[in-house]
């Protein structure tokens, strides 16, 4: 059995379950400024990230300068403004989404990972010439009819939602192109942009050091288990998946999101809502169809 596709795949689903639970831990943190939260969790994983990579991954370090050696002048500006555009995009994105969780709802955060995967879907169709095969039209059509039947209140609320979801879909798509870059390397340069631009907005609204303990546990566990671990895991899984498969998987993370809500946190849920999801789950299994069907015929062939 060929476990190489499978390897991905769970990569791709274990990053989007963890994410699909980031909103516990940062609704313990409702009392803080989403910059301050931003803050820690950026310069926690920063240390974490680069600890490893200094530790127990020199021979990788060598490897990308090296492939950055062998590389063309404009070759290797495309790839470093790549990584600048990466790290940008995901900073925006992180404040954003803990501002929304915090202060807004957690439903519109999850609606903007509905929307998400369609335009990655889309913009690896697009941009990266992606093949999409009818069933996977289809099940992007599913999950556009999710979103049009969620897609009821707030303008500003959705407004929100489309930023977060256009910010990591250009992210992702970021990421599937540079691929011949170590991916924990890669995070650690992109972590210390996030780090260089959130700097200047800690130092202007420094407040006082948290001393809570609650505190350090919920940011610690932001920073480790809910960003460098998924992030990781998805880079990871980019390197074998397309990004219109691992975009239409992080339709799980709304429906977790969705399940913690209305189970965690007793939001109100409305009735066209639970239709939404439901169609949301549907265009996942539909999507990945042929994937599940080859892990599960293997499965048989082997037991049989």
Request: proline fraction near 3%.
């Amino acid at each position: 059995m060929n476990t190489k596709p499978f390897k991905y795949f769970l990569a791709a689903i274990s990053a989007v379950v963890i994410w699909g639970t980031f909103a516990i831990p940062l609704r313990n943190l409702k009392e803080y400024s989403s910059e301050q939260i931003l803050s820690y969790r950026t310069f926690i994983s920063l240390l974490f990230t680069w600890g490893v990579i200094l530790f127990f991954r020199k021979k990788q370090i060598r490897a990308d300068v090296a492939y950055l050696k062998s590389e063309s002048p404009a070759s290797r500006k495309k790839i470093l403004w790549l990584v600048l555009s990466g790290g940008l995009l995901l900073g925006a994105n992180w404040l954003v989404f803990i501002y929304v969780v915090n202060h807004v709802n957690l439903k519109s955060a999850a609606f903007a990972y509905m929307v998400c995967p369609l335009l990655t879907a889309i913009g690896g169709f697009f941009i990266l010439r992606e093949k999409l095969s009818r069933l996977k039209v289809v099940a992007v059509g599913i999950a556009l009819m999710s979103i049009l039947i969620s897609a009821q209140g707030s303008l500003m609320d959705v407004l929100w939602s489309v930023f977060i979801a256009t910010s990591f879909a250009l992210y992702l798509i970021i990421q599937r192109v540079i691929v011949k870059l170590d991916k924990i390397n890669l995070l650690g340069i992109q972590l210390a942009i996030i780090s260089l631009l959130v700097l200047p907005i800690f130092l202007y609204r420094s407040q006082l050091f948290p001393v809570e303990l609650n505190f350090w546990v919920n940011i610690f566990a932001i920073a480790l288990l809910f960003t460098v671990i998924p992030l990781w895991l998805s880079s990871y899984s980019l390197i074998g998946l397309p990004s219109s498969t691992f975009g239409i998987i992080i339709y799980l993370n709304p429906i977790i999101a969705f399940a913690t809500a209305f189970v965690y946190f007793d939001e109100e849920v409305r009735k066209e809502q639970l239709y939404a999801y439901a169609l949301l789950l549907a265009s996942v299994i539909i999507f990945n169809w042929d994937a599940i069907s080859k892990i599960f015929n293997k499965k048989v062939i082997k037991y049989t």
